[in-house]
């Protein structure tokens, strides 16, 4: 059964201000559920050192991208310097934008639905695969910074030298 709480953009001060505390609550309540399913589908999905790719659709199913990219996109910020992200997922992470949720004693609500439960690799892996998913569900073709990248890479290894052999006496 698909969630249809729709995703909050406003602060919970916004929400008294206007009448939606309710909505807010909901949407917030939605957030950590989905962090939740995507440590569950991590932990399930999880063999024999590979991730079955298969995972983000358990996710998908019940959350839709919106939610399930919003939360991955606020544990990728709340993650920043973690050497285990890739660089493309933070550059990726930086441009969604997470309404900040301060809980009055200098902390971050924020912090409930991170994707912690996990390997932070392995959640890195998940978001890349997510990120496929939707840019292929979206018709679009990967970009040319991603593709440069690619290029730069693989030009990289084939203009690496190649190890000499030992001379036959």
Request: with cysteine; glycine share 4%.
């Amino acid at each position: 059964m698909r969630d249809q709480t729709p995703l909050y953009h406003h602060t919970d001060s916004y929400a008294q201000e206007h009448g939606e505390l309710d909505r807010y609550h909901a949407s917030y309540q939605a957030n950590i559920a989905c962090k939740e399913a995507i440590e569950r589908a991590i932990a399930d999905s999880y063999r024999d050192n590979r991730l079955n790719i298969a995972c983000v659709d358990q996710v998908l199913e019940h959350f839709g991208y919106e939610r399930m990219l919003y939360v991955l996109a606020n544990t990728v910020q709340q993650k920043e310097q973690d050497g285990r992200i890739s660089h493309d997922n933070r550059a990726w992470a930086r441009t969604v934008p997470v309404t900040p949720a301060p809980d009055g004693l200098g902390g971050d609500r924020n912090r409930y639905f991170i994707v912690d439960k996990c390997n932070t690799g392995l959640m890195d892996l998940f978001l890349t695969q997510a990120r496929k998913a939707y840019a292929l569900e979206q018709g679009k073709r990967p970009s040319v910074r991603e593709n440069l990248n690619k290029s730069a890479r693989q030009q990289a290894d084939t203009d690496r030298p190649k190890p000499k052999k030992a001379q036959e006496r």
